[in-house]
């Protein structure tokens, strides 16, 4: 696809601030170590990277999903873990605000998560509701003015940073599966909220991911977000934009590992020339590039569908989230077996990114969840 003018210029912005904030030194500090870097976190705020697909009106800079999903991929093809950064409040913790908060609810929550002042987490999943989230068992029971919530979520992206989490709780219990479901906007500071430790992860270092505890929560009704009893069908159509993310990122992923591989082939030499010389070796690259570049197609193509509200937009995010993370894991091994042992080693880049690309197929969906609303659209 040939893009806008103004889409090559913000793809060319989000590149250079990539190369040039996310250094080298710092990707490599936050495998090393977890954590979060707040200095990083600040620039993204002054750049309005936080905003991006956000309207003008809530402090956001009123990009569309074409945009969106371009910054995606230009961060993550520098580090997954940027993306990750910039994606959250423009996707799975705004989007449920965008999608059916009142006025007050936007101003209070969506404004300052756009402009990076505050961040605020999605948090559906749990021990025993994860590709199933209508079986969860965290409660929230009506009393007076306020709602008492009981359970636990895990697996919260940014949960130990967080100042607001989008929560899924069970408000009619009669109601089984997707129905009698609510969202709420829990203040993490409120009593009886707690976060679990950072879980040591495979990948995606720098970005800490937890459980959130409620033990007697009281959030008031007036965080009580969309309608009563159905936030299930919400939190689905969120999934859409923030599955488009994860599309992207793997994109991204791709593009970074192609980019080391072609470079450490045309440099490492065996048999007295260098390794891309044998047609074994290229043709990999070029395996890898075909794939890469269906990937971008379709993903460029379903944030079309969902800038224009498509009917099929869900069904062609669940395509790129589905065929992009796959690709991404496919095109990485390949990456490592291109570096020889070298790859293996982590003084190479490639050997992260391939850490990092695993999660891509598990999160937001796994790849059989992807598949499930494939066939069922067809289906139907
Ligand atoms: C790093 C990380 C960050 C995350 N961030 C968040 C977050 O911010 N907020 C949030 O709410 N959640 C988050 N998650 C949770 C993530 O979305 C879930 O892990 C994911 O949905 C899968 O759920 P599960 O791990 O319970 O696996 P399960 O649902 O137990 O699945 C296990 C396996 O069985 C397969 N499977 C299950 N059901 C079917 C079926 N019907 N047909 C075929 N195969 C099936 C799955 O595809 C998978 O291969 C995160 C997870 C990770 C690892």
């Known amino acids: 696809m040939i893009l806008s003018k103004e889409h090559e210029l913000m793809r060319k912005n989000f590149r250079n601030f990539a190369e040039t904030e996310f250094t080298t030194e710092i990707q490599e500090q936050l495998d090393r170590e977890g954590g979060f870097n707040w200095d990083i976190w600040k620039k993204i705020a002054k ?57 007050e609810q936007l101003e209070k929550y969506l404004t300052p998560a756009a402009k990076g002042e505050k961040h605020i987490v999605f948090a559906l999943t749990e021990p025993g509701a994860g590709s199933d989230p209508g079986s969860m068992i965290t409660r929230a029971t009506a009393d007076g003015d306020y709602y008492v919530l009981n359970g636990r979520k895990c697996f919260i992206s940014g949960a130990p940073i967080a100042d607001y989490a989008i929560v899924y709780a069970r408000t009619n219990p009669e109601l089984k599966g997707a129905k009698g479901i ?44 969309g309608p009563l009893d159905k936030g299930y069908a919400v939190a689905m159509k969120t999934l859409d934009g923030g599955r488009l993310g994860v599309a992207a990122q793997s994109l991204g992923i791709a593009q970074g590992a192609l980019e080391e591989a072609i470079a450490y082939a045309k440099e490492r030499k065996q048999f ?59 095109v990485c091994a390949k990456a490592i077996q291109i570096h020889g042992g070298y790859g293996f080693i982590k003084d190479y880049k490639v050997e992260r990114l391939y850490r990092d690309a695993r999660v891509m197929t598990l999160y937001e969906g796994t790849s059989q969840v992807q598949q499930i609303v494939i066939s069922r659209s067809l289906l139907k």
């Not at 909220?193 to 033990?215: A, L, Q, R």
Request: hydrophobic share 40%; proline share 5%.
């Open 182 to 225: 609510s969202m709420f906007i829990v203040d993490m500071h409120l009593d009886g909220v707690s976060c679990g430790k950072p879980e040591p992860k495979m990948g995606i270092n720098g970005y800490p991911t937890s459980d959130i505890v409620f033990e007697n929560v009281r959030v008031h009704k007036s965080d009580l977000l």
């Open 47 to 103: 750049y309005g990277f936080a905003g991006t697909k956000i309207p003008v009106e809530y402090g956001g800079q009123g990009g569309d999903y074409l945009a969106y999903a371009l910054m995606n991929e230009e961060f993550a093809r520098v580090c997954p873990v940027l993306a990750i950064y910039a994606n959250t409040p423009n996707s799975l913790g705004g989007g449920p605000l965008l999608q059916c908060g009142n006025k």
């Open 272 to 330: 007295g020339k260098p390794i891309s010389y044998n047609q074994g070796v290229s043709f990999m690259l070029a395996d890898m590039a075909t794939e890469i570049e269906a990937a971008r197609n379709l993903i460029y193509s379903a944030a079309q569908a969902k800038d224009m509200d498509a009917k099929d937009a869900s069904t062609q995010c669940s395509m790129a989230k589905y065929y992009a993370s796959e690709m991404a894991n496919r």
